[in-house]
């Protein structure tokens, strides 16, 4: 059965400080590893990420994918208050059409 | 203007009765799908289709019913064997077939009470 396990569950900072979420995956026949930032309805789309070792990035979030190792991480720098959201992770897999998501990550950045 | 809607924004629901949430998609997207999402929790998939009149159960599809008889359109049943309801509801569609395969987009979901 696929899993994507997300880590931390919920984190606490403050405006300027830089942030790390984790996404590890156990997906057969993986094809690609998305994030998400879901605020209060509809998550939207961050990041596609299909190959090892190439960051993706946007504005102060940037992320990349280890395919040896199974995982994920988002890097989010100089927070601000309106990066307070869950971030999800979902993966991808060549077998089927549908995602596996993770858990999700609830940050809170406080002014 | 493109896009998935939801509908209702917010439904309550008596014990015992069905209800039917609405996902409508004008993106023509083959694949859609409904999640569930619990206070604090991540999505889990329910049901999802690929092509029209064919449809697929998920992780907990048990308590819900779906149809897709047109491409936009796959309304999700929640039934009165569904025994704890109260949840937010998240339609998604996506852009699937050979030439490859796109992010998916969200509804801006419903959120179902049951009183």
């Known amino acids: 059965e696929d899993k994507v396990v997300q880590s931390p569950l919920s984190l606490v900072v403050h405006e300027g400080d830089t942030v790390t979420l984790n996404c590890s995956y156990e997906?057969?026949?993986?094809?690609?590893l998305l994030w998400y930032k879901q605020e209060k309805k509809a998550p939207t789309f961050l990041f596609m990420l299909t190959s090892s070792g190439i960051e993706k990035k946007s504005g102060r979030l940037s992320s990349i994918l280890d395919k040896k190792e199974l995982f994920s991480i988002l890097n989010i720098t100089a927070t601000q208050t309106g990066d307070s959201a869950v971030y999800l992770c979902a993966a991808d897999n060549n077998a089927g059409n549908m995602l596996t998501f993770g858990g999700g990550t609830r940050l809170m950045v406080k002014p | 203007d493109g896009g998935i809607t939801q509908s209702p924004k917010y439904l309550f629901r008596k014990e015992g009765q069905n209800v039917t949430l609405s996902c409508e998609q004008n993106?023509?997207?083959?694949?859609m799908y409904w999640y569930r999402q619990d206070p604090g929790q991540g999505l889990r998939l329910i049901y999802y289709?690929?092509?029209?009149?064919?449809?697929q159960k998920g992780d907990i599809a048990e308590g819900y019913s779906v149809s897709r008889e047109k491409k936009e359109s796959f309304p999700l049943t929640v039934t009165s064997a569904q025994k704890n309801p109260t949840a937010f509801y998240l339609c998604?569609?996506?852009?699937?077939?050979?030439?490859?395969?796109?992010?998916?987009?969200f509804g801006p979901g419903t959120r179902l009470t049951v009183l």
């Open positions: 993106l023509n997207h083959d694949a």
């Open positions: 998604a569609s996506r852009k699937i077939g050979l030439a490859g395969r796109d992010t998916q987009y």
């Open positions: 289709s690929q092509i029209v009149n064919d449809f």
């Open positions: 997906v057969t026949n993986f094809r690609s």
